[in-house]
């Protein structure tokens, strides 16, 4: 067949497929996404804590003295949660200019006001290490404020959208994942529509201030974590679905395999207690996102019409809805947890086992869930 003429009917039933979605989306269901076998649908029992007067809580954290969890939100800045009746207070911020940040949620204010990703504690030092997606790692002290800036270049380049975060607190090592050379966050839809591959994994010596480049050509580098027993390192590849393992030490030191291969967009990962990984999906895949990323053709398209953030969330990922994925260390599906109609739980990005519970994040919503797994 004329490849030229296969071509325009594509294309053609994309642009169909796309005014349909722009004129009222919720008259096309065939874009539900398929069911996951052995799944529950359980995630909407969640509790939902409010974040007051802030949205998008991305990343979760607990430090070293049971506290929080803390949160890092959409205007910039990182909260703590003191309990019921008490709320959240004001833990930390990354940038200095902050005069002009008091919207809760302004994209285009993001490079002044600093967008907190992902957030871990160093358990010896008691310092909270931040991947803030403009202005690359911060450090903070127990007490807060201020974050002092640790890395913002990388072989004197900026970093441009710095995202998870995970630290070896016995060699005082960081791993941290920068999701693109070329967008920044605000444009994560143009990073994932536009087949951009250009996410890295590194590495950051704390003592002696040295980055090293561990994997990059990642398509839109994502969560990190480390195994156990630190024998290697997860990093999620969002737009292509699925978690790679660089092997960190053993016989099959600095060799990359599949982890796993996910049935939706991974966020963070987060590894539990036993050495299992909890793994956000953002939204599970679809016929029509699966199109997009696969022929980036379609995603440049896409970019060009005049979408809403909205309506490119109904395209990528269908009905808004969660999925927690729990993985065991060698890639295994151990458990899925979904809110298959996204009564509570929509947009995740962070799955936090503590204590008999699981802390769910969300990058858009203006709270969080808290699940019991009992
Ligand atoms: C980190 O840097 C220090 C100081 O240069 C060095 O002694 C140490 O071996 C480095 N750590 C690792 C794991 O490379």
Redesign the pocket.
Known sequence: MNSKLVLTAAYLVVLAVVLAIYQDPSRINFHAPPPIPGSRDDLHTAQIVNVTAAVGPESLAVDPRGRGPYAGVADGRILRWEGDGLGWSEFAVTSSHREECVRVFAPEMEHICGRPLGLKFHKKTGNLYIADAYFGLRVVGPNGGLAAPLLTHVHGQPLLFTNDIDIDED?D?IYFTDSSTTFQRRQFFSSAMSGDKTGRLLKY?I??K?VTVLLKDLAFANGVALSKDRSFVLVAETTNSRILKLWLHGPNVGNVDVFAKLPGYPDNIRRNQNGEFWVALHSKKGAISNLIVSKSWTGNILLKLPLSVKQLHYIMGGKAHATAIKLSEDGNVLDVLEDCEGKRLRFISEVEENKGKLWIGSVLMPFIGIYNLH
């Open positions: 060699k090592l010596n003592s002696s040295e």
